[in-house]
C-alpha cells in the first residue's frame, strides 16, 4: 500500500471512524444477565457489553479495516486495484470494500484474491460473490506471498495486508469507538476495561490505540492450544514470529504482526493477554450461542471463555473493581461459520 | 386477570409501548443484501428488514404481553399471584415479568406455572431460575386447565393467558411501533408491509392492530404442514379450534385464540395468511443462522419462508410496489432452541 501512513493514535481512529461510518454497520451492542453472572467473581459484579460485530457486514469486523484502507487509498494509487492473501474475512472484507469503493469514485478498482488452491468452494464463492478475482496459490505462507508478487507485477496492483498495517489496525480501532459511546449512552454503563481476540494482534492494537489515553484498560485473548504466541512472546520479552496450531478458533492461527506488536507489548496500551483451552472455548461458543441467540466463530469465544473461566484474569477484573461494578466489553469479532462446522464442533461423535 | 381490558386500537398498542418500553429491550433490527435479494421478485426490488426478537429478554417477544398485562393489574390484583400453563417462552415471560414487578412494587409477586410432569428438565429450570414454582399437570390442555383452576382456588392467583387476551394481544404490538420507527429513523426505509409468523395469534394480532390505520400492510404466516389453521379458518369463514401437528415450527402448534381471530379474520387488519413447507421452513432457518448470525427457532424461519418461497406471497409482494423498492418488515419471534436441536434438525441422519 501506499507508504504515507497515519500515525497510531486515539485522535487518528477517530478520523478513521469519520471516514468509514457511513459505509459500516454500527453493530449492536447486546448484554446477557447469565453470562454477566458467570463473568462476576466472588461478591464483585461484572456488567458484560457484547460489542456484535458478528453482525457487520460480511460478518466480520475486517471490513473496518479493509474500507478504511482503502479511503486512504487516491484515485490513481486505486486505478490499478489491490490484491491480498486471504482465505478468510479479509479475502471478503477487501473485495467487498473494493466493489463499494469503485461505485463511490465511478471507476472500477479489480479486486485479486490469493488463495491457497485447496480452499473450500464457498470460501472461493463469496469472495467471487463480492467481485473480486480469485488467484490461486500452493498453501503455505510463502507460496501465497509469492503469487501475491506474481499479481502485482502483471497488474500493479497495491497490496492491503490483512493486519500488519496502520490504516488497518485504526479501521479496526474504530469499533471501540462505538462500544464506548454505547456502554455510556444506550446503557449508562461507561466502560472500564475490554477484552479482545487476538490474532494477527490488528483488532488488538486497533483497540488499545483507540482506548489510549481514556482509562479504559484493554486485554487480549488468545487460545492456549498452540495459538499463545502473544502471550509467550509477552513472557519472553520477543515477538514469536510463526504459530503451528490447529485450535478450533482458526481465525487465531497466525503470529502478531510486527506493526502490531510494536503496540501490543506495550503495558501502558494492552495491560495483558490471558490464555484458555480448547474446551473452555467451546463451553464459551455453546454459552454464547444458546443464551445470547447470536451464532459466532470459536475465535470469538476465546475472550468470552476468558472472562468467565481464567482465574488470573478473573483477579484482575475483580482487582479494577474497588467496590463498584466494573463494565467490561467484549469483542464479539466475527460469526463466519456454518450449521455443518457447529455439526462437526459439537456434535455426538466429538 | 381483570376484566377491565383496553380497547384493541393502535393507540392502546401506543400507550402498552409507554408502559412497558423501559422493562424491555428495543430489539437491534438488522438487514441482509443476500437475504433481501431472494425475497425479491422478478424485476422488483425488496429491502427485509428484521426485527430480532430472539434477541429480546428470555429469547422471544412473549415478555412484551407478559409485561404489559402485569402492569395493567392493581397492587391488590397482583397481591395473591399469577398462574398460566406454558411450557414454552410464555412461561418464562410470566416468571420474569413477576419477578421484576415485584421489585419495582415492593412486595411479592408470587408466580405459579403449571407444566406437563413430561417437560424437559431445561424448561423446567428455566422457569424455577427467574423465581416461579412449577405445578405439574398431565400432557392434555383439559388436564393443565384443570390443574390451573386447582392453584386457583388454593392460592387466589389470577389467570395470565398466553396469548388471547386484549392485554397481552396489546403487549405483543408494541414491538411493531419499534420495527416502523427504526426502519424509518434508522434505516430510511418506511415500512410497506410487515408478516409475523401465526400461533395462537396474539402477536400477529398486536402487530395488526398497532398498523392499523398507518398503510403498512399486515400478513400472517403459518407451517403448511397441520398448523395452518388461520389460512384454513380464512378459507372456510370460521375459526379452527384446534390444532394436531409435529411441525418442527413448535411454537405454532397452536390454534388462533378467539380473540386474536376477530382481528386475524378481518382483512383491514390482516391482507392475508401464507403456509410454506417443513424443508422450506428448515431452508430459511440455514440461510438466516448462517448468512444473518442470529440463533432463530424454526417458528421464527416461517415468515421468512414465505416472503422467499411461497409465489403466491410473492406476487402480492410485487403489487405493492408499483415500480419503487418493497421495504419488508419480517419478524424473528425468538431464539430458543439449543445446539443439541440444531444437531437434531439439521444432522447427517435428517
Chains 1, 2 share one sequence.
Not at 455510556?184 to 476495561?193: K, Q, W
Request: charged share 20%; glycine share 10%.
Amino acid at each position: 500500500m501506499s507508504s504515507v501512513q497515519l500515525p497510531l493514535t486515539r485522535e487518528s481512529v477517530l478520523e478513521a471512524h469519520a471516514l468509514i461510518k457511513s459505509r459500516i454497520h454500527r453493530t449492536p451492542v447486546l448484554t446477557s444477565t447469565t453470562l454477566s453472572k458467570l463473568a462476576s467473581p466472588g461478591d464483585t459484579n461484572v456488567n458484560l457489553l457484547f460489542k456484535c460485530e458478528n453482525l457487520q457486514k460480511i460478518g466480520a469486523f475486517k471490513i473496518r479495516g479493509a474500507t478504511h484502507a482503502l479511503a486512504r487509498l487516491t484515485d490513481e494509487e486505486l486505478q490499478k486495484g489491490v490484491v491480498t492473501h486471504s482465505s478468510g474475512n479479509h479475502a471478503q472484507a477487501l473485495a467487498l470494500a473494493a466493489r463499494e469503493a469503485s461505485a463511490a469514485r465511478g471507476f472500477n478498482i479489480p479486486c485479486y484474491i490469493v488463495m491457497p488452491r485447496i480452499s473450500t468452494p464457498s470460501k472461493i464463492a463469496a469472495a467471487e460473490g463480492y467481485g473480486a478475482q480469485v488467484v490461486f496459490s500452493g498453501s503455505t505462507s510463502a507460496e501465497r506471498e509469492a503469487e501475491v508478487r506474481v499479481v502485482q507485477e502483471r497488474t500493479g496492483a497495491l497490496l492491503v495486508p490483512p493486519y500488519d498495517h496502520a490504516h488497518i489496525v485504526l479501521g479496526q480501532g474504530t469499533m471501540a469507538i462505538e462500544l464506548a459511546e454505547q456502554a455510556t449512552e444506550d446503557f449508562g454503563m461507561p466502560l472500564d476495561a475490554i477484552i479482545a481476540p487476538c490474532g494477527g494482534g490488528g483488532m488488538l492494537a486497533g483497540v488499545a490505540v483507540a482506548c489510549n489515553g481514556t482509562g479504559v484498560r484493554v486485554f487480549g485473548a488468545e487460545p492456549r492450544e498452540g495459538a499463545d504466541d502473544a502471550w509467550r512472546g509477552l513472557r519472553d520479552g520477543q515477538r514469536v514470529d510463526s504459530v503451528k496450531s490447529l485450535t478450533i478458533a482458526d481465525g487465531l492461527r497466525t503470529p502478531v504482526g510486527l506493526v502490531n506488536w510494536g503496540i501490543i507489548s506495550d503495558k501502558s496500551y494492552v495491560s495483558g493477554v490471558y490464555t484458555v483451552s480448547e474446551e473452555e472455548i467451546k463451553l464459551a461458543m455453546k454459552l454464547v450461542v444458546e443464551r445470547m441467540k447470536i451464532l459466532i466463530e470459536p475465535s470469538s469465544a476465546v475472550p468470552v471463555a476468558v472472562a468467565l473461566y481464567n482465574e488470573e484474569f478473573r483477579e484482575e477484573i475483580r482487582n479494577l473493581a474497588r467496590g463498584k461494578d466494573v463494565n467490561l466489553g467484549i469483542i464479539i469479532s466475527g460469526g463466519n461459520t456454518t450449521i455443518d462446522k457447529i455439526i462437526e464442533l459439537f456434535g455426538a461423535k466429538n
